[in-house]
């Protein structure tokens, strides 16, 4: 019988552990290997909007496109898993859909690693491979780094585990060792996670905190100081590479002149402080703060000059929106039953182990998402993992019998780990396009030009950049309300006011790339940024430069001939069937008064999901109902008259087909059915002559105006002539 050392057991436990987390990872593929809309170029395609970022900024690397160019383009050129994507591309012979693809299967899994490590460093290998399994597939980290979930969310909380990991490690041995780890976990981190910055805070407070408590406890805290100096160097808001070489040249002196340095580490210490501070200090967790937990609804922006209030997109992302407290629990540990027990364990643990407080920062995050929106609960998984695990154990371990044992731990573990593998089986996330929306955007980058601008909604504005290799006005990370603002009235407006729209932003938007290439290649000052016109938002320049000192006047004035920009830059206007469901949250971004915040009266929307018809009646819920007979939409007390019928259909060569009936020339709203999909819209008069609803629902456009380019019943391309 082979008998193994305390290392390979960790080991084997480890690789175990990934093989699970893997395998568990892979049934997705399983359940929708035969399904041919999620894939393209026979690979299958991402699951995640944000993945579109980085696959540009790989493909672009992979390209040579040049530096400067792209990153005036918003191209994520210069981001950590664009570039370790590019790497491994170059020296792996798979094709580059399937890497991005599976590498979130991969990645994610290695958490296990430092999962199993902590509980070695307590002691309890055996807790921390229990946890490993339950960490590595627990509903909110398997739902952000399923297959295909290609997102910095892969490593985000790997990283941070393993400085746990290092932490606890540095605590229980003081060994110089993990002073180093420490610092090079911060730098990678950063480097992987911009955000971090937050998290990396908390450790540091955490660990003042538990110096503070040695002090008065009269025993020696020279270590501690130390690991906090290097975590403030680590931490600095200055180039990454800087940051290494200042750490590697500071770890060196601590190594052959400890005495020395044990001796000033007071004065250094302090150096360190003022050097945080004079770099950014506190002001990128106010802004994380600022952004997800204290945002309101309507924000003002630009200059003194003209002060706009907008919209704010937080209030349309359900990742950070409140949630109940049962998804809560859920998505920490599998169910609520199993979170309450893991929270107890984690007490548990913590009063045991009391270097487990050390991981109060991640639950801490991880509790903020009763507040801030789900995408936090992944940081608290790890922590309660741990803790449920260690019950886990401790049950087993009260029966004295060695096979029962085993088997009161195994079936403990299996129960716990049942929600979260019945959710994953249940989990029918799609891919973020079909293969025939993807088709369309293959087809329009043969249309268009490279440098052209494509204008359509920021949720799909990264698979626009990436399969139409076109550029965007929008995207999952530029949506602000300002930016939103202009795409959202050129989506919503009728056409004349759309088309002149869509000039102007254009043309405004390449103006300040062109500003920003020309400070990245050091033709003009990078102080240029700091002008009150770089700062103002689009519309706001506008409005000043055509002389108004109102946007409501500005805003008006499209209505008449006004002289537009230069045309420097073809647009097309992208319209997807797909977003018929978001409309009446496009239009809320442009549908207020810039001038007070004030939101004006929503134009009448209803799309229903469901409909049951009966002889006289087509019934969506309890409360709406469409009356035949009397020609009325029944919307809870109030009632509707109907001023026509129009159905939507395809013929054989999938051309748009129209059939209009008339019913009430002064009736409210018009009945919209869409006899490919089954369903009923509802809108009034303003809906229906929008951009979106005449253009895409009617294949009604302004040949003067557009040119149509793709016409297919997933989306239509217009060019704009202007």
């Known amino acids: 019988m082979i008998k193994l050392n305390d290392s390979s057991k960790v080991i084997g436990l480890i690789l175990i552990a990934f093989v699970f987390s893997v395998s568990i990872r892979m049934i997705w593929v399983y359940n929708h290997q035969d399904e041919a809309s999620y894939k393209f170029n026979d690979s299958f395609m991402i699951t995640t909007n944000d993945g579109y970022y980085f696959a540009e900024g790989a493909r672009d690397i992979l390209k040579g496109v040049d530096t400067n160019e792209a990153i005036a383009n918003h191209s994520a050129v210069t981001d950590a898993l664009s570039q370790l994507t590019a790497f491994v591309a170059k020296i792996l012979p798979f094709a580059f859909e399937d ?111 538990f110096a503070i408590f040695n002090h008065f406890k009269k025993e020696n805290n020279i270590y ?49 402080v ?18 997800y937990v204290f945002d309101s609804s309507v924000k003002v922006s630009d200059t003194a000059i003209l002060q706009l209030h907008f919209y704010t997109v937080m209030q349309t992302i359900s990742e950070a929106s409140k949630i109940p407290f049962e998804t809560f629990a859920n998505r920490i540990s599998g169910h609520s039953v199993t979170f309450f027990i893991a929270l107890v364990g984690y007490l548990w643990l913590s009063y045991k182990h009391r270097v487990m407080l050390l991981a109060l920062p991640l639950v801490g995050l991880g509790f903020l998402a009763i507040f801030g929106g789900l995408r936090f609960t992944i940081y608290a998984i790890p922590p309660l993992a741990l803790g449920l695990a260690y019950l886990i154990v401790q049950a087993g371990e009260k029966i004295e019998i060695r096979l029962a044992k085993y088997a009161t731990i195994f079936i403990l573990t299996t129960a716990a780990l049942a929600p979260n593998i019945y959710h994953v089986i249940n989990y029918k996330v799609s891919t973020v396009f079909s293969a025939q929306e993807v088709q369309i955007l293959d087809k329009l980058k043969t249309i ?20 139409a290799d076109s550029l965007t006005l929008i995207d999952g990370g530029k949506h602000s309300g300002s930016a939103n603002f202009p795409v959202s009235f050129a989506l919503t407006q009728p056409q004349n006011l759309s088309a002149k729209m869509m000039r102007l932003d254009v043309e405004y938007t390449q103006k300040r790339v062109l500003k920003h290439l020309d400070i990245l290649d050091g033709k003009i000052d990078k102080n240029e940024t700091d002008s009150p016109r770089f700062k103002r938002s689009n519309i706001a320049n506008m409005t000043l430069d055509y002389g108004f000192d109102d946007t409501n006047d500005f805003l008006s004035s499209l209505q008449g001939d006004i002289k537009l920009p230069t045309k420097t830059k073809d647009i097309y206007l992208y319209l997807p069937y797909r977003m018929v469901g978001i409309y009446p949250v496009i239009k809320r971004f442009s549908n207020l008064d810039l001038m007070t915040g004030t939101k004006a009266k929503d134009g009448f929307y209803f799309y229903p999901q469901t409909s049951q018809e009966s002889e006289r009646y087509v019934t969506f819920n309890k409360y709406v109902a469409l009356d035949k007979q009397k020609g009325v939409l029944i919307f809870g007390d109030k009632q509707y008259k109907i001023k026509q019928y129009i159905t939507i259909s395809y013929d054989n060569n999938l051309k748009t087909q129209k059939k ?16 490919s999909s089954k369903r009923f819209i509802f809108v009034d008069d303003s809906v229906l002559d929008s951009v979106y609803f005449q253009m895409f629902i009617f294949d009604n456009f302004d040949k003067n105006l557009f040119d149509k380019v793709i016409d297919t019943p997933y989306a239509k391309v217009y060019k704009l002539k202007i």
């Open 99 to 209: 890497l991005i693809f599976y590498f979130p299967i991969f990645f994610s899994s290695l958490i296990v690693i430092p999962m199993v490590l902590i509980g070695q460093n307590l002691g309890r290998v055996s807790v921390g491979f229990i946890s490993a399994l339950l960490a590595s597939i627990t509903w909110s980290y398997y739902n952000r780094t399923m297959a295909g979930y290609y997102d910095t969310d892969m490593l985000n909380i790997v990283f941070p585990i393993f400085l746990l990991w290092s932490l606890i490690g540095a605590v229980k041995t003081n060994h110089d060792r993990y002073i180093f780890l420490v610092a090079m976990e911060v730098i990678l981190y950063r480097w992987w996670y911009p955000q971090s910055y937050a998290l990396e805070f908390a450790f540091i407070a955490l660990l003042v905190v």
């Open 660 to 675: 209009i009936i008339p019913i009430n020339s002064s009736g409210d709203l018009s009945v919209i059915y869409m006899q």
């Open 448 to 467: 268009a030009p490279k440098d052209s601008y494509v204008v359509g909604w920021w949720d799909y504005g990264y698979p626009l950049r990436y399969y």
């Open 224 to 272: 501690i100081w130390v690991i906090i100096t290097f975590m403030l160097l680590s931490s600095l808001q200055i180039d990454g590479y800087i940051r290494f070489v200042f750490v590697i040249l500071l770890f060196l002196f601590l190594s052959f002149k400890k005495d020395i340095f044990y001796k000033y580490i007071y004065y250094i210490l302090g150096f360190a």
């Open 274 to 291: 003022l050097l945080f501070v004079a770099t950014g200090g506190l002001s990128p967790i106010l802004r994380l703060l600022d952004s």
